[in-house]
């Protein structure tokens, strides 16, 4: 256990990848790791490939090309939910000595268990779902007893140390993980059914609909898809954010996982300090929208969606 999510992620790459080291990552990820990436471990010499999360031809060039110590990606992904396929990165990375970890903070361990597909490591970010009440801040790793070692040696170097009072609120949230989780997988998929038809919906982004890119992955390694859904407006950045403004149960925040609904305008709340040239290049539309389906009544929330898309 450790502090948050960023601590977990931060002090296994710092521990697993060695200085003038390469590693192996997927474009849609969350903001701070893929920061973090980028900018913190270049100092050490360490570098980084890339890959779109279905480029399983990329991964292996990159293997080839590298002595990989780490492949490292969400699944699903944050915030267009794409799926890896665990098993087959596992049969690739295998034997070349890399190493395998999924954060798998959007499934939770109710829809997926990547160690049981292959991965070496899982990662959460217990803040979201293990917690569930968007009121602390944890992260978890979890794996074989000799990689988790490693990592536990560098978090007794760098801190992160996960505080009492947020520990007994994480043991307190798992009480009722499973049954969060399960209400939220059904909002979530009722949603993305709903939403993917409605006229002022441009495109919904869900694992659950067949109209995933990463659908057939998600069904053959997910027990169900999460409780988070991803979808465009069928406007611009400001008929997003009237919509957003108008709707009235869920908090506009950037998290998710908790038992309030949670929405985003991930332009404004999480990029909101990045130019539109990087914010294209990272794949992040203007009107896109992620709502993290909490623990209300889905005839709540759909009420609740359907006045505010009738006033765009
Ligand atoms: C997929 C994923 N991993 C890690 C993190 C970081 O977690 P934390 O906020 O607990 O530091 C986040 C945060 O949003 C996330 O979405």
């Known amino acids: 256990m450790s502090s948050c999510g960023m601590n977990a992620a931060t002090t296994m790459l710092l521990a697993l990848v060695p200085a003038g080291g390469h590693l192996v ?36 060039a990159a293997l080839d090309a590298h002595d990989c110590a780490l492949f490292f990606s969400e ?7 794409r799926c890896v396929d665990i098993p087959a990165i596992k049969a690739l990375c295998a034997p070349k000595g890399c190493v395998v970890c999924i954060d798998s903070t959007f499934a939770t361990p109710i829809n997926q268990k990547p160690l049981s597909l292959g991965a070496d490591l899982v990662l ?6 293990m917690a569930g009440h968007n009121d602390v801040l944890c992260g978890a790793l979890a794996g074989g007893a000799e990689l988790v070692q490693a990592v536990r040696s560098m978090h007794n170097v760098l801190g992160g140390v996960i505080d009492p009072h947020a520990s007994y609120l994480l043991l307190r949230g798992l009480k009722t993980l499973e049954l969060r989780v399960h209400h939220s997988n059904q909002s979530a998929l009722r949603l993305a059914r709903a939403l993917e038809g409605h006229p ?11 109209s995933h890119p990463d659908h057939a992955i998600a069904t053959a390694q997910m027990a169900a898809f ?5 979808f465009e407006v069928d406007g611009d950045l400001w008929t997003t954010a009237k919509f957003i403004d108008a709707v009235r149960l869920p908090y506009i925040a950037p998290s998710l ?17 990045q130019p539109a040239e990087t914010r294209a290049k990272l794949g992040i539309k203007d009107n896109l929208v992620r709502f993290s389906c909490g623990i209300e ?8 969606f359907e006045q505010a898309l009738a006033q765009i």
Not at 200 to 210: M, N, S, W
Not at 226 to 230: K, P, T
Request: with cysteine; aromatic share 10%.
């Open 25 to 60: 990552t997927t474009t849609d990820c969350y903001r701070r790791t893929r920061q973090f990436i980028q900018t913190v471990l270049p100092k050490m010499g360490i570098t980084a490939t890339v890959i779109e999360p279905s480029d399983l031809a990329g991964l292996k």
């Open 226 to 230: 999460g409780g988070v859904v991803s």
């Open 75 to 81: 699944s699903p992904t944050n915030p267009y939910l």
């Open 257 to 273: 996982g908790g038992v309030e609904s949670l929405i985003e305008q991930p332009t404004i709340v999480s990029y909101w300090d």
């Open 124 to 129: 959460h970010s217990a803040t979201k779902y």
């Open 297 to 304: 009544g889905f005839d709540d929330i759909w009420a609740d």
């Open 200 to 210: 002022k919906i441009a495109r919904v982004h869900y694992p659950g609909l067949e």
